[in-house]
Structure formats: structure tokens, C-alpha cells
């Protein structure tokens, strides 16, 4: 994920208006995958957890599970790399 915040918010507002267009056809408003867009909702948690402000807001993007995203540990690593990965804020000693 690459960018700043605003462009961001910009594009995730196109993503989710484009899915509400998509399921908006009529025999589409039933499919089970309507009521929430889990790829944008992926990569929404994901700037959460960077720090980034989401300001959409969007039925199909459920504020409580944002919410819920825990933020990336900032220097501390494992030994793959991975900041935090698998820590909750409380956990993280290097920042």
C-alpha cells in the first residue's frame, strides 16, 4: 500500500461506490457478498493499522471491525522482519 492517506480515502470511496453500483442490478441484491466489500475492508484494517485516518464512511465498510484493527508495532521485529506482526499494541516494547 503505497500513497498518502487522502489519495487513499479517495480511491477506497471510488472502490465502494463502485461495489454499491455493482450489487445495485437487481438480481445481484441478494448475493451474500453485498452487505460488506472485503477487500476494501482488508485494506481499510491494513491503514488503520499504519496510522492512517479512514474518513469514509460507508454501510459496506463496518466502522466496529475498523475499529477493531490493532496498530503495527513500531520497532519490533521477529526473526522474518515482520514489524509486530502477531503483537497487540500493550505487547510492543520499541515504540
Not at 58 to 67: A, C, V
Not at 71 to 79: I, K, L, T
Request: glycine content about 8%; proline content about 5%; aromatic content about 8%.
Amino acid at each position: 500500500m503505497e500513497g498518502d492517506e487522502e489519495s487513499f480515502n479517495l480511491a477506497l470511496a471510488d472502490t465502494l461506490e463502485a461495489h454499491r453500483a455493482y450489487f445495485d442490478v437487481a438480481d445481484r441484491a441478494d448475493d451474500p457478498n453485498v452487505s460488506v466489500n472485503l477487500d476494501a475492508l482488508a485494506l481499510a484494517c491494513h491503514a488503520c493499522r499504519r496510522g492512517w485516518a479512514i474518513y469514509v464512511n460507508s454501510p459496506y465498510l463496518p466502522q466496529e471491525l475498523l475499529q477493531a484493527a490493532d496498530p503495527f508495532c513500531v520497532g519490533v521485529s521477529d526473526e522474518h522482519g515482520w514489524l509486530g506482526r502477531h503483537l497487540r499494541p500493550r505487547d510492543c516494547k520499541g515504540g
